[in-house]
């Protein structure tokens, strides 16, 4: 039976063996939970796409807070609040827009950087990987920079009520996150009333005052939703691209060798090992699913991680090959529901991972310790510590 709980270390830091056994078996599963698994790729992409599965779905009762926040992220929306909503922002994040952001994420990736230089050794994960996206994603708000710390840390404590660590204690953590980003963000929308500012909190304000139909409660679920979204899988594929070309020095050296690559090899690194593994879906009515009945309601959770590895569409998926075309990776998902952040995060893993392969040059040398979350959704390290003293050494 498969599930997203009680995996061992070595299989959360390397999920792909596990994938690869079942869906050799069978592209889909039926967990014990009555929840059903899916693995292929052309099976994920139909969840993802088929109007037979929706994303809405009633909330836990525990936590007011929590729920309140949750109920008004996009990604649990179904049209037509999710269409509404959408078209609310999906123009600050036009690839034309994060063209404009570029010089500006360059500007942070590098100033993170030199923080770097001189120490011998370095938590990636603290030290460069959280706070790029973190302070990109507070600028397009328009908040203060000096919050970011704060505001990483209590989105970590949020996740806890919505992954697959969920525990009591955690849930608490989350109920108790949710009400301190509720205070937090209430203030600023009532600080927005009447001025002209030019960040994304504004623009929703001003759309709500001018008769969107937005409530302040979704104004802050929103917000909340792009801090927590917008970071932290920027956060965990960051680091795991550094992880990737670790164990692949011939791609590191090409890369190094070759900058022209590194666009390419961003969508290789999202495909061989991204940062969301599973997304889950709501069976609209009942239908079959590889070989398996599905009931109306039923729990369908997508493997992303597993689809991307698929040599039914990815020859020799087990290889990073930056000269592969990877542009159809189901990294950022697919349908209504694909990353609205995407060209956003691809920006700022490309001009992160092209400031790292600059700047460091013991980046694919020396030792390294990595912990991982216990969390098979938004699936990374939770620290990575490198040795920068520039020695080679071996890569545990």
Partial sequence: MFGLTGWSREDIADPYPVYRRCREAASVHKGQSGAFYVFSYDEVSQVLSSRSFGREVPVPAEGRALRAIVENWLVFMDPPRHTELRSQLAKEFSPAVVAGLRPRITQI???LLARLNGQREADLVEGFAAPLPIL??????GLPAEHHAWLRATAMALQEGSSSRRSSAGQARAEAAAQEFAAYFRELVRLRRGEDRGDLLTILVRARDNGVPLSVDAIVGTCVHLLTAGHETTTNSLTKAVLALRAHPGVLD???ESPELTRAAVEELLRYDP????VTRWSRQDLRLG???VPTGSRVVALLGSANRDPARFPHPDVLDVHRRADRHLGFGLGIHYCLGAAL???EIEIGLRALLDGVPALGHGDHQV???DDMVFHGPSRLVLDLSGTKGKHP
């Fill in 371 to 373: 912990d991982y979350a």
């Fill in 109 to 111: 990736a590098h100033e």
């Fill in 136 to 141: 990109v994603i507070s600028e397009l708000l």
């Fill in 254 to 256: 090409d890369l190094r």
């Fill in 275 to 278: 940062p969301v593994q599973a």
């Fill in 291 to 293: 070989g398996h009945e």
């Fill in 345 to 347: 995060a691809r920006a």
